[in-house]
């Protein structure tokens, strides 16, 4: 059987135009042994993110702390229930949520 391969890079749709300040990604969408989430932000806000992970109970599943204004991680999922969950990224005023399904 085929193995997911984590992604190194996002989508060719993620590039981030003159006019935004703040991008924020994951994929694949839906997953299911990891999720790459994606970020990029024009202000030099280092050191001050957080991504929160929460399943639909909105317990706490995973805390990344984004400490570059542009980077990614990889998050396993490998030991994650089938479900929606959610990705609340938070960097100083500004917060973007996403959702996503993880499927067994």
């Known amino acids: 059987p085929k193995t997911e391969e984590p992604h190194t890079s996002p989508p060719s749709d993620f590039t981030a135009g003159k006019d935004a300040e703040f991008q924020f990604n994951l994929f694949p969408n839906p997953c299911k042994n990891y999720i790459t ?15 929160e992970i929460r ?21 396993p999922l490998s030991d994650w229930n089938s479900g929606n969950y959610i990705a609340v990224f938070r960097w100083g005023s500004i917060r973007k949520t996403m959702p996503f399904v993880v499927v067994r």
Do not use: F, P, Y
């Open 37 to 51: 989430l994606s970020w990029c932000s024009e202000e030099e806000m280092a050191g001050r993110g957080t991504i």
């Open 55 to 75: 399943n639909s109970q909105g317990v706490l599943m995973h805390t990344v702390k984004a400490t570059n204004n542009c980077d990614q991680k990889i998050v």
